[in-house]
Antibody, heavy 123, light 107 residues
């Protein structure tokens, strides 16, 4: 069955860096767009970024553009979120999520989510 | 950026009652709208996409309607597991955005 398992997260000081990872199984990862979405404590959902199936195209939300980078390694069924210049307001649970690709097309919806990784930015 | 406003913020209902949740977009998103359910401590789950299509495994008591700027998620008869937070999300343009959520709580 489809599984998305995350790792990474933790406490980091303002201005620091962190990398989150996500390993997927149960579907053809190399043909699937992947996304990162975050949720600040007690708050709603914020889309962070997306990477195309081949890894050549990425999109980012305005609040992370220039600081965060999404990459992938299709040989290892993995997607990564590289976070630099972290700020206190980046504190959140970060989820990776699959695009369901209905009818073989990218949907920009999210149907299989990782369990989440908490990133806390604090001095 | 397209802003999605959900209302009410909280809906207090009893099991068996009908729930009607609303999502309003700051500009037309056509039919490019999804709904998610999030239970405490869990990641969100896709419920509906393209306004009215149920995702895999979603029971028929969930339905969606609307187009353009005004959308509704209806749960015809609340089951105990439906007491959760619900989010709408559009895919009409970049950036993809979510509404602020509606919490369906037990009265």
């Amino acid at each position: 069955q489809v599984q998305v398992v995350q790792s990474g997260g933790g406490l980091v000081k303002p201005g620091g860096s962190l990398r989150l990872s996500c390993v997927a199984s149960g579907f053809t990862f190399s043909e699937t767009y992947m996304n990162w979405i975050r949720q600040a404590p007690g708050k709603g959902l914020e889309w962070v970024g997306q990477i195309s199936s081949g890894g050549y195209v990425t999109f980012y939300g305005d609040s992370v553009k220039g600081r965060f980078t999404v990459s992938r390694d299709n040989a290892k069924n993995s997607v990564f979120l590289h976070m630099n210049g972290l700020r206190v307001d980046d504190t959140a649970v970060y989820y990776c999520a699959r695009d369901p690709h209905m009818g073989g097309l990218v949907t920009n919806y999210f149907d299989s989510w990782g369990q989440g990784a908490l990133v806390t930015v604090s001095s | 950026e397209i802003v999605l406003t959900q209302f009410p913020a909280t809906l207090s209902l009893s099991p068996g009652e009908r729930a009607t949740l609303s999502c309003r977009a700051s500009q037309s998103v056509d039919s490019d709208l999804a709904w998610y359910q999030q239970r405490p401590g869990q990641p969100p789950r896709l419920l509906m996409y393209d306004v009215s299509k149920r995702a895999t495994g979603i029971p028929a008591r969930f339905s969606g309607s609307g187009s353009g700027t005004d959308f509704t998620l209806t749960i015809t008869s609340l089951e105990p597991e439906d007491f959760s937070v619900y989010y709408c999300q559009h895919r009409s343009d970049w950036p993809l955005t979510f509404g602020g959520g509606t919490k369906v709580e037990r009265k």
